[in-house]
């Protein structure tokens, strides 16, 4: 657990380095994702590692916090309104503390201990890994605001791995059938190293830049603003349902609405 709470770790520093400096105009910022401003989308990664921090030391606690806040859809909103109406300082502060006690309490964790969610249960690493994706892709959304392009790093691969191994949950959770069918995925990562999944003779594949698929499968990019080539109709048709996170399902950008910037 050491090197991938270590990766979690930076990935929070990461996009803590981005909205530190930032003023309380562009805390208010509207991002790309759903009508969410800056703080917005901070707020929800605070109140999120402060629920993973729970589930990972106080499942009864968890279970309470989970149960009222999914009474009812107003008690869901009401649940975090105080964080995300908070002073950004406030806000910093708080994502702070909670972010440093969940990846302490991932740490103390084996790999394969379990620990609950608000689905499944989760094995400690899988929950580590879904906090970097998000943290990530909530990233994301705030350098597209400013306009910042991001140097990408090979903490991408844990991005990745989780897209490729939700290939099954984005058909299911559209009530499709899952296709029985092997597709090849081949990601170059930003050091250069080929990343691989799936069987080499498949018929069907999905190769390119780790970062451009990693931007699909968390739909802050469509797979035709990308560089991905893309074989095979259930291949196509996976980039185009790609979600790597939990919920109902979403459809991810248009083509050229979140145009990915070279």
């Not at 790309?32 to 629920?51: C, N, Q, R, T, V």
Request: hydrophobic share 40%; aromatic share 8%; glycine share 6%.
């Amino acid at each position: 657990m050491k090197e991938i709470c270590r990766d979690l770790q930076e990935e929070q520093e990461a996009l803590d380095t981005i909205v530190a400096p930032l003023s309380r105009k562009e805390w208010d910022t509207i991002t790309p994702f759903i009508g969410w401003s800056i703080k917005y989308e901070i707020a929800h990664l605070a109140f999120w590692d402060m629920a993973a921090k729970l589930a990972a030391t106080d499942e009864q606690a968890f279970r309470g916090l989970i149960e009222s806040m999914f009474a009812s859809e107003e008690a869901y909103n009401e649940s975090q309104r105080e964080l995300r109406e908070a002073d950004p300082a406030f806000v910093m502060e708080y994502w702070r503390r909670e972010r440093k006690a969940l990846v302490d309490a991932l740490a103390a964790k084996g790999p394969k201990d379990r620990i609950p969610w608000v689905g499944p249960t989760m094995s400690a690493r899988s929950k580590a890994t879904a906090r970097i994706m998000e943290t990530w892709a909530h990233g994301q959304d705030v350098a597209d605001t400013l306009g910042i392009e991001r140097e990408p790093t090979d903490r991408l691969r844990h991005v990745a791995h989780l897209g490729v191994t939700t290939f099954g949950w984005s058909h299911a959770n559209r009530g499709l059938e899952v296709p029985d069918v092997a597709v090849r995925v081949e990601l170059t990562g930003p050091s250069g190293d080929l990343w691989t999944w799936g069987p080499e003779d498949a018929e069907e594949s999905i190769k390119g830049p780790a970062l451009d698929f990693c931007l699909v499968v968390v739909q802050r990019r469509h797979v035709e603003d990308t560089s991905l080539l893309v074989k095979g109709d259930v291949a196509r048709n996976w980039m185009l349902i790609a979600q790597a996170f939990a919920g109902p399902p979403v459809d991810g950008p248009r083509p050229g609405e979140r145009v990915l910037r070279k």
